[in-house]
């Protein structure tokens, strides 16, 4: 295989990234299938050998879970798309799902050094592609080798408080070495902003529920609708004996803009929204009972991939106008390129340069225009992005029959205030030791949103497995 | 996992009902003025309510609904035996409870469900406490030998007067204010414009109002905001911020408005839910 190194390396130069099917604009805007169709198998083939397998691979420093990239690519290579699945698997719980909604182009991608000439190697839909073709096949089989996934470590029990990606990290890591994980999640289903806030075209919730089933299998035991710090405290589950408690409860307390109007009906968070729209599935009402809100001219605040979601979601459900009103240029856009390049193609505008100042409603309080104010750009601030200017005078006024807010969100206390003894940093998110996730409480950590503030998926994993690994080192030693 | 049905009590037929809830891990931790948010089905929507009783040695919750619409309606139709599908709790925070000498507990409606426990907790606290409940008529009349167990005193109003006093549980109220000087808290749980008129009521007499908002909930865990209320001029998430606030700092009008946010959803999906129910008769 190492023989054909050479010529790989030079057709890697050639041979141009294979494009992914999508469902085209028109017709995906009707609908919440998935927009991104996935590699055929001739595809995958053709992408893989484009890998030119580095001896001291940049792409695996890219990923925060370190997945033998090479590795489970020269599988696909050689065809054996199983062991390709394994090796994707011993560092990565959700495979189906990182393939999806990771920013690979700051993260493997981002480090491929095809990346500095050409185009990197497609890592991202690889991933999807052997994760979709073992999504359904048997967890502990692809990575034991055997059906059987007996308990090796009877009386170790961990437990987890959340069920978000950095907590599901957690229970395949530990669970996949034989110690018992049980999850605790608040809402009545699992997955974290995997269900309940990244949408069905992204990421279909089939795929969230799979891979959640393959830890099942592998013996992880869930509890729905057990809040922590209210059902359950971290005290609660030391006394009962757990050897170490892992709180990956994310930061869900959605920001709002503090302007005039912001209590008008039509006017929603993101986090509402779209909790509406994915976890109670409103596109289906009145098949089912949660209801959504259909506004004709609809403005969303911020301009982020949770902004870019729930712009789309709109049009989905209807809207004839949705505008993203964004505070900067369209260069200072948070959200991934690719999303904003779909959002675009599907009719989203962009309204930059423009700030919020007041929401104005109807005598009986029903959101009906949007009073804007032109910015422009000033010097770059700590973030080291310009910061907007508000323009003396320049206002302008919008019909707008709903607004979605899609500032940000912080620190939500209702864990935190309930653990005695736990430090906060001054926003009100968990300090922990960064090497190992551990809190200021012995035995209890902590990782993802609830410590960095929020961020991606694949950083709160790559804090879950940093805490996983900590936690398996001193119970297996 | 589904919470069983240990008992169903139907207080007034086809419109209210108490469930006994097999839920030893809520019992465990509720406290007066706590909440659950609830899951009928699979295809149901997460609605919030009021832990009206606990029996944490049982391991049990009670909780009473009055049907309003599809949700409530769809509740209505399970039987001892049956399960809820999600249950989730104890949200919001325990009602604030302190010797203070004289509460006035004041339920309207189903709200006076809500009220029987913190005026319990009240009770256990060492308060004197009066009970005012209120209703259009006898027949839809909740608790009131349930409350006459451990309150001090328990005023009956209706507005056809076919039970105690004739008029609102504001002129209940107002009977209680005038004789007692020394009321230390007035708690009122019931309809939004019940809770603006004790506040309103209350306000001249200075007494610390407590009154338990009912907004639109979805996640009850402070995600989304949809339950947000004014309370000061400034923003509350009335499921982690509440369920209880100042009375008298109230935006009832914001209230109301928000309460209706959904009104034309609500009547198709119960119209939907009551011609489906038709066909299987």
Not at chain 1, 23 to 49: C, D, I
């Amino acid at each position: 295989m190492s023989a054909n190194a050479p010529t790989e390396k030079k057709k890697g130069k050639a041979v141009p990234r294979t494009a992914m099917p999508e469902q085209p604009a028109s017709v995906r805007v009707t609908n919440f299938n998935e927009v991104t169709l996935g590699y055929t198998p001739e595809m995958a083939l053709t992408e893989a050998k484009r890998c030119i397998q580095c001896k001291k691979p940049l792409c695996v420093k890219g990923c925060p879970v370190e997945i033998n990239i090479p590795g489970f690519i020269k599988k696909i290579v050689e065809g054996d798309l199983h062991e390709s699945y394994r090796v994707l698997r011993e560092t990565n719980s959700l495979p189906a799902v990182c393939g999806r909604v990771c920013p690979q182009e700051t993260q493997c991608e981002g480090s491929c050094i095809l990346g500095k000439k050409g185009e990197p190697v497609a890592i991202g839909r690889l991933e999807r592609f052997v994760a979709d073709t073992f999504m359904a096949s048997d967890a502990c089989e692809q990575l034991t080798g055997t059906h059987a996934c007996s308990l090796e470590h009877e009386g170790l029990k961990v437990a987890c408080i959340g069920a978000g990606p950095s907590s599901l990290t957690v229970a395949g890591y530990l669970s996949s070495l034989g110690i018992k994980v049980h999850v605790y999640e608040a809402l009545h289903e699992l997955g974290g902003v995997l269900i309940y806030g990244i949408p069905e075209f992204r990421l279909p919730k089939e795929i969230v529920r799979k891979e959640i089933e393959a830890m099942k299998a592998q013996g992880v035991e869930f509890h729905t609708n057990w809040v922590g710090g209210k059902t359950i405290t971290v005290q609660d589950l030391l006394d009962q004996g757990f050897n170490a408690v892992f709180i990956g409860v994310g930061a869900g307390l959605p920001k709002f803009l503090r302007v005039p109007g912001e209590n008008l009906i039509g006017v929603f968070s993101a986090n509402e929204y779209l909790t509406r729209v994915n976890l109670g599935r409103a596109y289906n009402f009145p098949a089912v009972d949660t209801p959504a809100y259909t506004g004709k001219n609809v403005a969303v605040f911020g301009a982020g991939n949770v902004a870019m979601d729930a712009a789309r979601t709109a049009k989905r459900l209807g809207a004839e106008r949705v505008m993203i009103v964004y505070r900067r240029s369209e260069k200072e856009m948070p959200a991934r390129l690719e999303e904003l390049h779909h959002a675009k193609e599907e009719g989203i505008e962009l309204m930059c340069l423009n700030a919020p100042v007041e929401l104005v409603g109807d005598e009986k309080g029903w959101l009906k225009s949007l009073t804007v104010q032109k910015m422009m750009l000033g010097e770059p601030d700590e973030s080291g992005r310009c910061s907007p200017i508000a323009c003396d005078g320049q206002f302008c006024d919008i019909p707008c029959d709903m607004a979605i807010i899609a500032v940000g969100t912080g620190s939500n206390p209702l864990m935190t205030n309930s653990t005695p003894g736990l430090e906060l940093n001054k926003w009100g998110y968990i300090t922990v030791n960064e090497d190992t996730g551990e809190t200021s409480i012995p035995n209890v950590f902590a990782g993802g949103d609830i410590v960095t503030g929020a961020a991606t998926v694949i950083s709160a994993m790559g804090a879950g497995r940093r805490a996983a690994k900590e936690i398996a080192r001193r119970l297996l030693g | 996992m589904p919470v069983a049905i240990l008992k169903k009590r139907r207080l007034i037929p086809g419109q209210t009902s108490e469930l006994t809830l097999d839920a030893s891990h809520i019992a465990r931790k509720a406290r007066p003025g706590n909440f659950v948010i609830l899951r009928v089905s699979e295809k149901g929507e997460r609605i919030p309510l009021t832990i009206a009783d606990t029996d944490p040695q049982a391991g049990t919750i009670t909780i009473v609904y009055l049907v309003v619409g599809k949700s409530t309606a769809e509740l209505e139709t399970l039987e001892e035996g049956d399960s809820i599908l999600d249950v989730c709790g104890p949200l919001g925070k325990p009602t604030h409870i302190e010797p203070c000498g004289t509460v006035v507990c004041v339920g309207g409606g189903t709200g006076i469900a809500a009220m029987h426990h913190i005026a319990k907790g009240h009770k256990a606290a060492g308060n004197r406490v009066i009970t005012v409940i209120g209703s259009r008529c006898e027949d839809l009349l909740l608790f009131k030998e349930e409350l006459s167990m451990f309150a001090d005193e328990v005023v009956v109003t209706t507005n056809d007067g076919s039970c105690g006093m004739q008029g609102f549980v504001t002129d209940g109220l107002r009977m209680v204010l005038d004789r007692e000087p020394s009321v230390g808290e007035v708690v009122a749980i019931g309809p939004v414009p019940m809770m603006e008129a004790v506040a309103n009521l209350t306000r001249p007499y200075n007494v610390k109002t407590t009154v338990s908002l009912n907004s639109i909930m979805i996640d009850g865990i402070g995600m989304c905001g949809a339950c947000r209320v004014v309370v000061g001029g400034e923003v509350k998430f009335a499921c982690v911020d509440g369920p209880e606030f100042d009375g008298h700092q109230v935006d009832f009008a914001r209230m109301r408005q928000r309460l209706a946010a959904f009104k034309p959803q609500e009547e198709l999906s119960w119209a939907e839910f009551r011609r489906l129910r038709g066909q299987e008769a």
